[in-house]
């Protein structure tokens, strides 16, 4: 028995009339004879790869989330993601497993334009909880959802300001595809730190990144390129990619640092990336999305760097691009414009 979008269906077919044709494909697979299913990385670091991944992990993955948020099978889930990607794939697990109900509709970049119903559990990526934020209609029923975690990408300081004002309890999330959705949450309305979920624990290898131990897992342990600062085994403040590192002249910069201290100060979405250098092999700069700022904006940033950075992180060029690339789960692309 299957309950979507108010309704009791009790067969795949049923299900396949009333919800998105890619959550009964998905049913299908999980219901097959197979141990695995299919899913594809989110592509930030590259060309998404197809992996497999095993039913019995996504089931313990699942379990500790409905655990932590307490779904039973009276609450409600609201499935806004595609499955074809690990977040929507695992809501839907953690529906299976629950008993819960789920409303269930197409992935769009508002996903309250059609919802007017209290919502226990939610996921979604930071660009559709900008886009509820920017409708007054919407951002008012954010309010009808219980415990709502993002992930995909990190949220900009405005937004995260914005969430701390509703009662909605809002969690960033911290996790990948090959550890079956999150194995961190961080309280957006209360912390700047990840604590583990489940049987979890961190480590950090010798270059500062993070090692996570996932004993409910098959994998056992993943090894990240994630630099991190640990508070004991469970939690930990995210510093940035080990593959983002600068080396400018044999000072290592970390983007997401310096993105950081400028955050309070840029309106439009930004990144900072190296780019060759003759000098110092490489040097930062400053991408901003948008058209190129006038000359007076140019030099109110500059004097925002001599305040907010150490010289050595001081962006040496400021660059533009009109519109920046972004993954499927709306992870930013960084490139260099052409």
Not at 122 to 136: G, K, R
Not at 246 to 275: A, Q
Request: charged share 25%.
């Amino acid at each position: 028995m299957f309950k979507v979008n108010g309704k009791i269906c009790k067969t795949l077919k049923e299900v396949a009339e009333i919800a998105p044709y890619e959550v009964a494909e998905f049913l299908e697979e999980w219901y097959s004879s197979g141990d695995y299913v299919t899913a594809f990385t989110s592509g930030s670091t590259g060309a998404p790869k197809k992996i497999n991944l095993l039913k019995s992990d996504m089931e313990s993955s699942a379990r500790i989330t409905n655990r932590f948020f307490n779904i039973t099978e009276s609450s409600k889930l609201l499935l806004c993601l595609s499955p074809n990607y690990i977040a929507g794939k695992m809501m839907i697990v953690r529906w299976l497993l629950s008993g819960a109900e789920i409303i269930a509709d197409n992935p769009t970049s508002n996903p309250l334009l059609n919802i007017e119903i209290e919502i226990d559990f939610a996921a979604m990526v930071p660009s559709q909880v900008i886009n509820i934020l920017d409708s007054p209609i919407t951002a008012k029923r954010l309010r009808l959802i219980k415990y709502l975690i993002i992930g995909g990408s990190p949220l900009d300081l405005g937004t995260e300001l914005k969430l701390k004002e509703i009662k909605t309890a809002c969690y960033a999330t911290y996790g990948m595809t090959e550890t079956l959705s999150h194995v961190a949450l961080r309280h957006i309305n209360y912390d700047n730190e990840y604590f583990a979920v489940g049987d979890i624990t961190f480590s950090l290898d010798n270059r500062g990144c993070l090692v996570i131990d996932v004993p409910h897992l098959s994998v056992k342990r993943v090894v990240t390129n994630d630099m991190a600062k640990l508070s004991g085994k469970r939690n930990f403040i995210w510093l940035g990619r080990y593959d983002n590192v600068i080396n400018s002249g044999g000072v290592k910069i970390s983007p997401e640092e310096t993105e950081k201290l400028l955050r309070p100060y840029i309106k439009e979405r930004f990144y900072i990336i190296g780019m060759p250098d003759k000098i110092w092999g490489e040097k930062s700069v400053l991408v901003i999305e948008g058209d190129k700022w006038g000359n007076s904006r140019i030099d109110s940033i500059k004097k925002v760097f001599g305040k907010e950075l150490h010289p050595y992180k001081v962006p040496k060029e400021i660059l533009f691009l009109n519109s920046f690339s972004e993954t499927l789960s709306g992870k930013v692309i960084r490139i260099l414009p052409q």
